[in-house]
T-cell receptor, first 110, second 113 residues
Framework: EDQVTQSPEALRLQEGESSSLNCSYT??????LFWYRQDPGKGPEFLFT???AGEEKEKERLKATLTKKESFLHITAPKPEDSATYLCAPLSGSARQLTFGSGTQLTVLP | EPEVTQTPSHQVTQMGQEVILRCVPI?????FYWYRQILGQKVEFLVSFYNNEISEKSEIFDDQFSVERPDGSNFTLKIRSTKLEDSAMYFCASSEAPLGEQFFGPGTRLTVL
């Protein structure tokens, strides 16, 4: 059974204080790993897809990396508007379904 | 920028009633999905749909659930006889390719009384 664990569950940062979020996964035949941002009461907003170990992608203050067993979302000099829940979701085997983690709730204080 | 839309944004129904949740996927996307998120819990996969057929479904997607693409733009999720535990946010998503990025709609909040 596919498993996804995100840590920490919650993270409070001061504006400008960089940090990393972790996503550990156990899936059969990883086909890709997706990162989403979710604001309260809203749908997940697509951020990145990573397809192979060693791959990195960047968007503004966010950088996602992938290894064979985990992915990291690095947040550099965050701003209050980066406050949200960040979700990772690996895509396994021939499945077209995403298995979501519980997310990391990020709060960036001004 | 193209986006997935969903209606209604909030649906309140009585237990045992039928509900239909509607979605308009991104126009050039061919793969469609429904997910749900019970308050405070993970986003969970329900069903995927391609070429007018269900591709995959989860254990949650039992005989009470059905999906349909009634025309060239809409994608619907029907719950035949709602239960209290069906109360959740329901998200529609679409993708251009089977392993491509899935773009989510804003969700429909379903409240079953």
């Amino acid at each position: 059974e596919d498993q996804v664990t995100q840590s920490p569950e919650a993270l409070r940062l001061q504006e400008g204080e960089s940090s990393s979020l972790n996503c550990s996964y156990t899936v059969s035949g990883l086909r890709g790993l997706f990162w989403y941002r979710q604001d309260p009461g809203k749908g997940p907003e697509f951020l990145f897809t990573l397809y192979s170990a060693g791959e990195e992608k960047e968007k503004e203050r966010l950088k996602a990396t992938l290894t064979k067993k985990e992915s990291f979302l690095h947040i550099t000099a965050p701003k209050p508007e980066d406050s949200a829940t960040y979700l990772c979701a690996p895509l396994s085997g021939s499945a077209r379904q995403l298995t979501f983690g519980s997310g990391t709730q990020l709060t960036v204080l001004p | 920028e193209p986006e997935v839309t969903q209606t209604p944004s909030h649906q309140v129904t009585q237990m045992g009633q039928e509900v239909i949740l509607r979605c308009v996927p991104i126009s050039n996307h061919l793969y469609f999905y429904w997910y749900r998120q019970i308050l405070g819990q993970k986003v969970e996969f329900l069903v995927s749909f391609y070429n007018n057929e269900i591709s995959e479904k989860s254990e949650i997607f039992d005989d009470q659930f059905s999906v349909e693409r009634p025309d060239g733009s809409n994608f619907t999720l029907k719950i035949r006889s709602t239960k209290l535990e069906d109360s959740a946010m329901y998200f529609c998503a679409s993708s251009e390719a089977p392993l491509g990025e899935q773009f989510f709609g804003p969700g429909t909040r379903l409240t079953v009384l």
